[in-house]
């Protein structure tokens, strides 16, 4: 008996930790599902048994003149808000007319506000005064992350708002990777160790970041020794380095995701509108708000005085980010402002400074802040700096703050690497609304997550937040709204074919609840990750621009394709590049003006392209011939041209254009004769010696670059 009780505690020792220990290993190397890594849901078009190709058709969105006239319509014949009234001789707009919400603004919230309200069934109208995501959803650090400093906030804070924010966005990532497989990815992202005492530490964040996933999550985090560290991260620097341990988040193409936010819900019905500006909002006879007037800045670009419309809605509801008090002001002008505008400023740099499939995050810079180094289309984004700011259309990025970021890169980079102010391709400023509840005793505290607050006269307004919790907050928004202004969802009958098959019944599960969760954005239906050999087989692009084709537009990638024009080349056959540096062609401009609502050259080469954003001088090269494309599409004249051309030049000093390319002017531009000799790009390379064992400009100074030398800079 003795000697059974000895040898059953040792046994029972072992057992539990061999569960344990197989447990933890399960949980490791188990096989996880990653988002776009499964066969489309709606296989490729093939040959039929005669050898006819029968590419997909997609259904196409209304035209904007359509979707203008639809708004019209719900005002009644003249727009008058005596007309809703039945006062006066004009005809009232009927009651299927009048739309059930009216969302200001379109950037994600509001996109994401329409989407979800069109497939509950709801009649919905979203109009945005400039362009989709042409504020701060553009300008985004690119992450679809659940924070992990959020997470080490709520451990040493004890705060369960933090760790409740933090479990949401995780929830969230995982929606919006499966949702838009094509524009999102997983993205590895490296911490560097310079004290071994810091590897526990950050090694239980990181697994706690696992942990808190759950099965959201999709790698584990994993400790590299310093030397796989460096095999992985080449540029790193090694003085003080004793390893460092990855994890895994999210990573997107900010305003390509908020267009096919926008396209969606005008696939389901949604009336949207971008650049029509609301003037004034309307209220009824008991001081309701019951619709908006606007005006069409696109006449104003034509020339052509812009008409004043009315639009009739049930239910308002604002959604325009860091413009959120100036909507609020429309409706009680001596309302308290809740917005507290920061600036975030990112850099963009050449993909030399970092590996293609790993990031890099510094969590405590020299003030304390985080900075993100990632790999983003073929570059590489730096950011982001974050201080109060005041609210403009297109902020600069401040050279300041340029310069903090690059000192800060220079400190985890290898002292190899020259990190100079002249490979900065593009820098932007983004302005985050940070608010303040109106409802609060102390208006000085800022909300850590998002605001839904409605107004006595009936203004819903949702702002705050971040890219990552977009559709939570839209279904919160929606709820709200639904409650607030007494609308019915319903099942949505009759939805559109978005993949283009009848393989996938869109509508099946549209029962008038929120399931954005599971509705697939326009083109994820049939991408798959192996979707560009099928282009290049068929329309003969070149790899590099197929790839870019389908991981920007996923199926929708064959229309755009069928756009591009014959090179009249032995290869590649279609497909003629907007600028040489990049993957963009001119397919992608004829698709952005006709399936995407892009009005103006800035629509293309910063969000439905983005040149712009990646690399400003190639952009404003770029122009003559994105301007031209477009002008053919739109029946644009020579003054249309024209105000393209000064607006868009003026706009890309917002990207970092150098201030001296600001009076450039279009015939040189084209005639590649604008003077670069005064900037500090032109004196970074070698241009001008002949090819020779020594270029002769070597041999006449010293091998060695002097400090301070103008290429270092």
């Known amino acids: 008996m003795a000697f059974r009780q000895r040898l059953a505690k040792p046994l029972l020792y072992t057992t539990g930790a061999a569960i344990v220990g197989g447990g933890a290993l399960y949980y490791t190397y188990k096989p996880r599902k990653i988002p776009g890594a499964d066969s489309a849901v709606v296989p490729p078009p093939t040959r039929d048994e005669f050898g006819n190709f029968r590419p997909p058709r997609f259904p196409k969105v209304k035209t904007r003149d359509e979707q203008i006239a639809d708004l019209k319509r719900s005002g009644g014949v003249k727009g008058s808000i005596t007309t809703f009234f039945g006062k006066g001789d004009e005809t009232g707009p009927l009651e299927d007319d009048i739309y059930d919400l009216l969302v200001i603004g379109a950037g994600a919230t509001g996109s994401g506000v329409a989407l979800d309200a069109a497939t509950r069934g709801l009649k919905v109208a979203v109009v945005e005064r400039d362009d989709f995501s042409s504020g701060t959803s553009s300008k985004s650090t690119k992450l679809v992350h659940g924070g992990v400093r959020y997470l080490e906030k709520a451990f040493w804070e004890l705060d369960y708002n933090q760790y409740a924010l933090v479990k949401e966005a995780l929830r969230e990532r995982k929606y919006f990777l499966t949702t838009a497989p094509h524009l999102s990815m997983w993205l590895p992202i490296m911490l560097p160790l310079d004290k071994w005492w810091k590897a526990p530490y950050f090694w239980l964040g990181t697994k ?110 604002n959604a325009t980010g860091p413009f959120t008090d100036a909507i609020r002001k429309m409706d009680e002008q001596d309302t308290k402002e809740i917005v507290a505008p920061s600036s975030g400023v990112h850099v963009v740099l050449p993909g030399y400074y970092c590996p293609k499939g790993m990031g890099l995050i510094d969590p405590k810079t020299s003030d304390g802040r985080v900075i993100f180094f990632l790999p983003w289309q073929g570059n590489v984004i730096a950011g982001t700096t974050d201080a109060p700011t005041k609210i403009s259309y297109n902020p600069v990025a401040g050279e300041d703050e340029i310069d903090w970021i690059l000192t800060e890169i220079r400190h985890y980079l290898s002292p190899d690497i020259n990190v100079r102010r002249g490979d900065v391709l593009a820098a932007w400023s983004g302005i985050r609304p940070l608010v303040k509840d109106p409802k609060a005793k102390n208006t000085e505290s800022l909300v850590r997550n998002h605001l839904i607050n409605v107004s006595p006269s009936g203004l819903l307004t949702c702002a705050g937040g971040k890219w990552t919790t977009y559709r939570q907050m839209a279904e919160e928004c929606v709820d709200e709204a639904i409650s607030t202004f007494n609308i019915r969802t319903k099942p949505v009958v009759n939805a559109p074919s978005v993949s283009g098959t009848d393989l996938v019944d869109d509508g099946a599960r549209l029962d008038g609840s929120c399931q954005t969760h599971e509705v697939r954005l326009v083109g994820s239906h049939g991408y798959s990750k192996t979707l560009f050999i099928n282009l290049v087989q068929h329309f003969g692009l070149e790899t590099e621009v197929a790839k870019h084709l389908t991981e920007n537009y996923g199926d929708r990638a064959w229309t755009v394709a069928a756009l591009s024009k014959p090179t009249e080349q032995r290869f590649p056959v279609r497909g003629e590049r907007i600028s040489p540096l990049y993957p963009f062609v001119d397919g992608e401009v004829r698709y952005a003006v006709r399936h995407e609502y892009a009005q103006t050259a800035v629509d293309v080469i910063a969000r439905r392209t ?104």
């Not at 992985?232 to 900010?254: I, R, S, W």
């Not at 019905?269 to 001081?287: I, M, P, R």
């Not at 005085?305 to 009315?310: N, R």
Request: net charge neutral.
């Open 208 to 317: 706690a970041y696992d942990f808190l996933a759950g099965s959201e999550g999709i790698e584990t985090s994993y400790f590299l020794t310093k030397s796989k560290a460096i095999d992985a991260f080449p540029m790193l620097k090694q003085t003080d380095l004793v390893g460092a341990l990855v994890y895994y988040d999210g990573a997107h193409n900010d305003s390509r995701m908020n267009v096919s936010l926008a396209m969606t819900a005008a696939l389901y019905g949604s009336t949207v509108v971008n650049h029509l500006e609301v003037t004034s909002l309307e209220k009824d006879a008991d001081g309701k708000l019951c619709g908006a007037r606007v005006k069409d800045l696109i006449q104003e670009k034509n020339g052509k005085k812009p008409e004043d419309f009315l639009i009739r809605a049930r239910g308002i509801v």
């Open 610 to 713: 983005r040149l712009a954003f990646l690399n400003a001088q190639a952009a404003l090269e770029a122009l003559p011939k994105v301007i031209d494309i477009m002008a053919a599409e739109l029946s644009w004249d020579s003054k249309r041209r024209e105000v393209e051309w000064r607006d868009s030049v003026a706009f890309l000093e917002s990207m970092g254009l150098p201030k001296s390319k600001l009076s450039a002017t279009r015939k040189q531009v084209e005639s590649g004769k604008l003077s670069f000799k005064d900037s500090v790009e032109y004196k970074m390379y070698s241009r001008h010696d002949k090819p020779d064992d020594e270029l002769e400009s070597d041999a006449k100074r010293s091998p060695v670059m002097k400090p301070g030398s103008a290429a270092e800079k």
